[in-house]
């Protein structure tokens, strides 16, 4: 089986005092990102449902040697995510990156799905991300930063019982497109990473022969990593991604094509 690349112990520090917020950061992609992040140099607003629960990962961002806090909002509440971007803002200066990744799943198929699991992960994935966007935006217009978006390959080629998660995640690809011809102007790169099947909580409690058919599904043949779509970000918000934007960058090891 093909092994996944290891991390560099020496990173560059291409994102030395640049400030970048993290959604759903408490665990798995969004983990990943921040700790990637962080040891690129930027000071790391780690944000989950509660402050409690993105504290283990910005104390793991601070071991990097850069200022990082926790932070708790329901991502679906504009109000309330307008208020904690203000207060990121403020305590660290300024905002530089922000990453998208928070997100909930409610599987089941169309005739058993309530109208409630629909509106949750709509409103979580997909307003979730335009709340941050939209209260993010005139900083990081004056920043000329970067707003990377989380999707999904479900939300390229859907996924039976997934129309609420895979309608999101194809929502967060026209959200990014559209806002990244509305920024480009103002020197804003906008752009997705679609990941396909990552190692979680759920993958590792799949039992042998359900893994077994799940590799056989990927061209590469294994479960990528959270890291590997913490590299995919970096690319996007380092040096890299300066004449990228409205792109979607698959992370899959081949399984949409």
């Not at 291409?14 to 917020?21: D, K, S, Y």
Request: charged share 20%; hydrophobic share 45%; proline share 2%.
């Amino acid at each position: 089986m093909t092994q996944a690349p290891s991390n560099s112990p020496s990173l560059e520090r291409h994102l030395e005092g640049r400030v970048a917020l993290v959604t759903g950061a408490s665990r798995g992609i969004g983990r990943a990102i921040a700790l990637r992040l962080a040891a690129r140099g930027a000071k790391v607003a780690c944000v989950a449902t509660s402050a409690e629960r993105a504290k283990a990962t910005a104390d793991e961002c601070a071991a990097h040697g850069v200022k990082a806090s926790a932070f708790g909002v329901d991502a679906a509440r504009t109000t309330a995510v307008g208020e904690l971007v203000n207060q990121v803002v403020s305590e660290f200066g300024g905002l530089d990156v922000l990453v998208n990744n928070a997100g909930i799943t409610r599987d089941q198929l169309i005739l058993r799905m309530s109208e409630d699991e629909f509106d949750q992960v709509i409103a979580t994935n997909l307003k979730g991300a335009w709340n941050f966007c939209r209260a993010a935006t005139r900083t990081l217009m004056k920043s000329r930063g970067r707003i990377v978006n989380i999707s999904s390959v479900v939300g390229l080629t859907g996924n039976a019982g997934q129309s609420n998660y895979a309608a999101s995640k194809a929502g967060l690809i026209g959200l990014t497109r559209s806002l990244a011809k509305e920024l480009a102007s103002r020197g804003v790169c906008v752009n997705a990473v679609a990941p396909g099947f990552i190692e979680t909580d759920m993958t590792a409690a799949l039992d042998e022969k359900a893994r077994a058919a799940l590799l056989e599904s990927i061209p590469l043949n294994r479960i990528g990593t959270p890291e590997e779509i913490a590299l995919a970000v970096d690319f996007l918000v380092g040096p890299g991604g300066a004449y990228v934007t409205g792109q979607t960058l698959v992370v899959d090891g081949g399984l949409s094509i």
